[in-house]
């Protein structure tokens, strides 16, 4: 018996990720309890594209916009480029992080990283808001 085709599409885009508009939550996952989760944008071109992170992709990018935020960074400066994953039905499409590549200097890396360990490692993370933030695919 042959397998129906299944197609699989990525989402790649290198820009500067808006380190002022974030927002960090939680999203409830069914069977798995609650995710941590952070919509941002990323400016590739003249436009702007919404992706949400997930758990530990979630820490890592508060990290590095909350350092970008701290240090008075330009709007452009953070720069990275992700691939991202598209959840969609048949009428939405929403895009989850998979990888981030940070281009920005050593000093921001270097801080956003010593964030990011002590998020993780201190279980400081408790103090992670627990908004909802729900992932737009349109699921009824």
Known sequence: MKLPYQAFAVAR???SVMFNDYRIGV???SGRGRALVVLFKILAGNQY?????LDELAIRVYAYCKTAA????RPTQLGASVTASP????STTTL???HIEWHTDADTRNQAELLFNRLRVNDEIQSWPNEVLDIP???K
């Open 13 to 15: 885009f290198d820009g």
């Open 27 to 29: 999203t409830l996952q």
């Open 49 to 53: 594209h919404p992706l949400y992170a």
């Open 70 to 73: 701290d240090r008075n960074l």
């Open 87 to 90: 959840l969609s039905n048949e």
């Open 96 to 98: 989850v992080l998979t």
């Open 137 to 139: 695919i349109g699921f």
